[in-house]
């Protein structure tokens, strides 16, 4: 009886024992869980806060990139603007700086066709009174029609005093004999030689007029005395129209080319006798 007795007092000693230690871990558990959720709860109410804040951040954040994209878009739009307006000015100074360049070059151009005029008309001017000899007189006529105004065939006629027609003394493109001899009423040679300014045909043409009618009449006048003419009846194809290089050589030749003749006449000791086709041609030998 005994024994049986005291084995249970022992058994109960560990078994208090075991209670203590699983007491004392679950006490040891629960603080630590405890402790463990205490921290959880302060880490996730720190997250929250955490979370409100970047959200209230985030809010703030996007109020302003939606201001800042709002100005910004009214700044560009303004940029753009004083670009565009930039643009536009610079667009017309290039068009006034264009259309000044289009004036320099045109101004240009009359300067140098008035160059060209002028070189022209001292060249034909200087080689006109340069000579007394007829013949040389007639070629530098027919040189300044052919080159300077570019008629390919031509020629060149005097009046005859007696006959009152104007005979031919030099041509170019065609045989002086095949030159015709025209009567002082033929209308284009009575227009230029009443009024003293050359005849031009309405129609500019490299061919000669079917009917023979002359594409010019350049009269050759000396102190309002018609003295003769340079009749023209075909251009050289590259002859466009007549310009004012061509109208100032017409006025030259119908003042100095009837001088250089005359000049030229009279060197030989003829001035004194009527002009006439036969006396002129003896003239030429």
């Known amino acids: 009886m005994a024994e049986s007795e005291s084995n249970p007092k022992g058994g109960g000693g560990e078994e208090t024992d075991l209670l203590g230690r699983r007491e004392d871990f ?15 709860l302060e880490e996730n109410e720190r997250l929250r806060y955490k979370m409100v804040a970047l959200e209230h ?56 066709e008035e160059n060209e005029r002028l070189a022209n008309l001292y060249v034909a001017s200087d080689q006109l009174h340069s000579t007394l000899d007829l013949r040389e007189v007639l070629q530098i006529i027919l040189e300044i029609v052919l080159n300077f105004i570019g008629a390919k065939q ?72 018609a003295v003769g003419a340079v009749v023209i009846y075909r251009y050289l194809v590259q002859k466009k129209e007549i310009s004012e290089v061509d109208h100032a050589l017409f006025r030259l030749l119908a003042a100095h080319a009837a001088t250089a003749i005359l000049g030229a006449r009279h060197a030989t000791g003829a001035g004194e006798r009527p002009l006439t ?7 030429l030998g």
């Open 57 to 112: 951040e985030l809010s703030a954040l996007r109020s302003s990139n939606a201001g800042d994209g709002a100005t910004a878009i009214r700044e560009l739009s303004k940029r753009i603007q004083q670009l565009e307006e930039e643009r536009s000015n610079l667009l017309k100074g290039f068009s006034a700086v264009e259309a000044r360049s289009r004036d320099y070059e045109a101004r240009f151009r009359q300067i140098e």
């Open 26 to 40: 679950i006490k040891t558990f629960f603080r630590k869980g405890a402790e463990l959720t205490e921290e959880l």
């Open 154 to 225: 031509f020629s060149i006629h005097v009046l005859d005093e007696e006959t009152k027609r104007l005979f031919p003394v030099a041509a170019e493109g065609m045989a002086v004999a095949d030159a015709p001899e025209l009567p002082l009423d033929t209308a284009a040679v009575a227009a230029a030689l009443r009024s003293g300014t050359p005849y031009l045909a309405s129609e500019m043409s490299p061919s000669a007029p079917a009917d023979g009618a002359p594409l010019a009449v350049i009269p050759l006048h000396l102190r309002g005395q």
């Open 277 to 283: 086709r036969a006396a002129f041609n003896a003239l």
